[in-house]
Each structure stands twice: as structure tokens, then as C-alpha cells.
């Protein structure tokens, strides 16, 4: 291990974290093999990429046979993944958004869909909400308040963005309908004081809020949302990157909800491994973009968007698994929860499951040592997991829809067993 990570340490930027440093070779499925021949459950699921798995057959067959026809493009001319990629998109987005762009990571769709949001609306203001993750490039890094370091050394960040409470009940102390209040008073007082609704072009949000603790929006704040956005002229725009491809075991978290955005922002699991994302909206507000208006080198490659294609038709067959593994989940950690005190809380969406670690339940107070104990214990045992939220005290149980039943009670009794471990070890 000592020779590849020196080496790695070597010529790769620090700045770029890694989990473990395990010497990966290759992966299938959820399993993922070393140097050594050792294997790991990989329930990091590559950061919530790798939904089918590592090394699906019938992706990387599409992404193989590609290759061998045209491997890039550079928006020089036409080319039938590309078109392919989008049609399937059309069948699996929400009503309206019926026309897309591509993108190569979450971030360059949540820039260019803004840009789009700004341009089309001939307004300039964003409003995003705290605890969102929006990527860290200079541009989205204005709207990424999951935690105040990505920002570090890098103010002042784009102008016109305005931070408004994402409903958080677990961690103000709140029933469900007081959070929600308290986030829609502020964000009126906000119109109020701040800013006024005219200067506003869109609303971003995530439906399930990823880095910033695994925390579902509540159906009747985007339902208010929603509302806001229509009396306001304001677009309403979700960010899928982490909830999109299975993630909450529907195509998209919006399935989950009533409300419906006039945007979208698609990524992560999109070609299940490949560089992709995306953006769509109506027909008449993308075509109304003017050509030159944004552009992309990568963006669509051919063999990602073929890839893309094949993962659509895949997913299709195993939502049904995935919602079967979500609801037993679910259930698991709720029993866990009865058990185990340093469990706070229990929450997601399928199977984007966040479980929040605490010192004490009562004032609910963050314990990412717990969470370290517990992702070493497992992965001493071959099993890998990572944290979500800004203070690392949140279990972030992501399996790839291919997991078994059998996979994911061995997975959730290892984590059960750190628990143990740990509140022993605390006394």
C-alpha cells in the first residue's frame, strides 16, 4: 500500500480527498478488488455514481461498442448517442421538461442551467437554500452552502445569490409543519427586506439535500415552494444530480413530490461511471437560448451518452428491486434506532438514506467520531461507507440498486456491530 499511495501523494494534488486507500484494480458489481485480492463491498457507490453497480455488462458493452465507432465529437457534428441519450431522458423526466443539453459533471449542469434560468428570464437574482450542494466551481460554489469551508479562500463568490433556510426539523428542535413555517416566514421576510421577487430568476433546491445530511425536502414546503415560484414569475429549479437514476428508487426525487419544476439539473448516475450530466427544460424556453449563448468540448461525448442510454434501459427493470431494498432499509435502521442511542435520526428517499450519529439525544449534538468508529469498523470487515453532513456525523447508506437482500442485511448487521462497538467503547 506504502509504495501506491506514496506515489499518489507524489504527483496528485492533495486538495482532491479520498476516502480510504484501498489500491483498486478492478470492480464488478458491488464488489470492488485490490492489489492483494481483497474485496469490498462498495456502499459508497463511487460517491452515488455507480447506481448498477460496477461494471454493468450491458453499459459497458453500449460504452465498448462505441468506442469502436467514434469516441468524440467537440460539437462539430451529429451523432446518434447523443440523440438516443436525450429521447430516453424525455420518457423518465418530469412533465415539461421535454428538451435537453449535456453537460460533464453536476456542477457544469447546475452552472449552465442557471445561466439558462438567468438568460431566459432577463432576471439575474438566485435563491438557494442552506445546507445545499451545488458543486465548487467558482460559479457554483455561490450557491453550495452544505459546508462554509468549500468557500474558504475563495470571496467574494457570484453576486445576486441568496441563501433562505431549508426546513431541517430533526436538527431545530421542530415538528415537520414548524420547520416548514419558520423556512417560508423567512424566506418571505426575505422579499421584504432583501431582495423583492422581480429581481429573482429561479428557486434551486435540491429535493433531498446530499452532502448537507441526506434530508428530504418536505412535500408541502415545494408544494408552497412551487406556488411562491408562480405567483413570482420566478423559475423553479431542482438539482437531480445525487437523487437522479434510481437514487430514491424512482427515476427522480420529483416522483416523490406533487410539484413540478420548470428545470432540471441531472448527473452522478447518469452513465454510471462515465463523465455525463445534464439539463432540460420546456421546448420554447431552451430554443429561446440563442446559439453561442453556452458551449461545451466534452459535454455529450459519444461513449458516455451511449452509456447513458443503456443505463436508462437497464434501470428500468430494477426499480421495482429498489424500492423493495429501501422499504426493508428503512425498516432495519428504524429497528437499529430502537437500540442504539447514538442514532438521532432515520431519513431519505429510497435508497438515499441518511442516519444522523449523536452524542445525546436529547440535545442532539453532532458525533462525527462516532461515524469514524463505525466506517472503520466496517471497513476492517470489507464493507465501505462515507459520511454526508457539514459537521461528518451522518451515515450515508447509498447501495447500488444490484444489491441483494442478502448484501444489504450483512452490510446493515456490520453497521449494527459498530454501533455496538462504539457505545461500548464510550461506556
Known amino acids: 500500500m506504502a509504495d501506491l499511495v506514496s506515489r499518489h501523494n507524489d504527483v496528485i494534488a492533495p486538495v482532491i480527498a479520498f476516502d480510504t486507500d484501498i489500491r483498486a484494480v478492478e470492480a464488478q458489481g458491488i464488489w470492488v478488488t485490490d492489489i492483494e485480492g481483497r474485496r469490498w463491498a462498495d456502499f459508497a457507490c463511487g460517491t452515488a455514481v455507480a447506481n448498477l453497480g460496477h461494471n454493468h ?33 424525455r420518457r423518465i423526466t418530469p412533465d415539461g421538461i421535454e428538451k435537453f443539453a449535456f453537460a460533464n459533471s453536476g456542477a457544469e449542469a447546475v452552472e449552465a442551467v ?61 415538528s415537520n409543519d414548524q420547520a416548514i413555517d419558520h423556512s417560508l416566514g423567512e424566506l418571505r421576510s426575505m422579499f421584504k427586506h432583501v431582495v423583492t421577487p422581480k429581481n429573482i430568476a429561479c428557486f434551486l433546491i435540491e429535493l433531498v439535500q446530499g452532502e448537507g445530511g441526506y434530508i428530504p425536502a418536505p ?100 426499480l421495482p428491486h429498489a424500492r423493495e431494498l429501501s422499504s426493508h432499509a428503512m425498516r ?28 445525546d439525544r436529547h440535545t442532539r449534538t453532532p458525533d462525527a467520531k462516532a461515524f469514524k468508529h463505525v466506517q472503520q469498523h466496517v471497513l476492517d470487515r470489507d464493507l465501505i461507507i462515507i459520511d454526508c453532513g457539514p459537521d461528518g456525523n451522518v451515515l450515508r447508506f447509498i447501495p447500488a440498486l444490484v444489491t441483494t437482500h442478502e448484501e444489504l442485511d450483512w452490510a446493515i448487521d456490520l453497521i449494527d456491530d459498530g454501533l455496538g462497538s462504539w457505545e461500548t467503547t464510550k461506556g
Not at 453500449?62 to 430516453?88: K, M, T
Not at 468549500?150 to 445576486?160: A, I, K, N, W
Open 57 to 89: 455488462p450491458t453499459v459497458v458493452a453500449a460504452a465498448g461498442a462505441q468506442l469502436q465507432r467514434l469516441v468524440h465529437s467537440g460539437c462539430i457534428f451529429r451523432y446518434d448517442s447523443i440523440v438516443e441519450a436525450a429521447e430516453r431522458l
Open 114 to 174: 442557471v445561466k439558462l434560468a438567468r438568460y431566459t428570464s432577463g432576471r439575474q437574482g438566485v435563491i438557494t437554500f442552506r445546507g445545499g450542494f451545488h458543486g465548487r466551481t467558482m460559479g457554483s460554489v455561490a450557491y453550495t452552502t452544505s459546508n462554509a469551508r468549500y468557500r474558504d479562500g475563495y470571496h467574494p463568490v457570484l453576486g445576486s445569490v441568496f441563501v433562505s433556510p431549508f426546513p431541517h426539523a430533526y436538527r431545530w428542535g421542530m
Open 219 to 318: 412535500s408541502r414546503f415545494i408544494d408552497e415552494l412551487r406556488a411562491l415560484a408562480d405567483e413570482h414569475g420566478i423559475l423553479l429549479i431542482y438539482d437531480e444530480v445525487q437523487t437522479g437514476f434510481g437514487r430514491t428508487a424512482e427515476w427522480f426525487a420529483s416522483v416523490h413530490y406533487q410539484a413540478k419544476p420548470d428545470l432540471m439539473a441531472m448527473g452522478k448516475g447518469i452513465a454510471n461511471g462515465l463523465p455525463l450530466s445534464a439539463y432540460g427544460t420546456t421546448a420554447e424556453r431552451i430554443d429561446s437560448w440563442p446559439v453561442g449563448a453556452h458551449g461545451t468540448t466534452f459535454g455529450g461525448n459519444p461513449v458516455a451518452t451511449a452509456a447513458a442510454a443503456a443505463v436508462i434501459d437497464v434501470m428500468e427493470g430494477l
Open 332 to 359: 432495519r435502521f428504524h429497528e437499529l434506532a430502537e437500540r442504539h442511542q447514538t442514532i438521532g435520526d432515520v431519513r431519505g428517499l429510497g435508497l438515499m438514506i441518511g442516519v444522523e450519529l449523536v452524542e
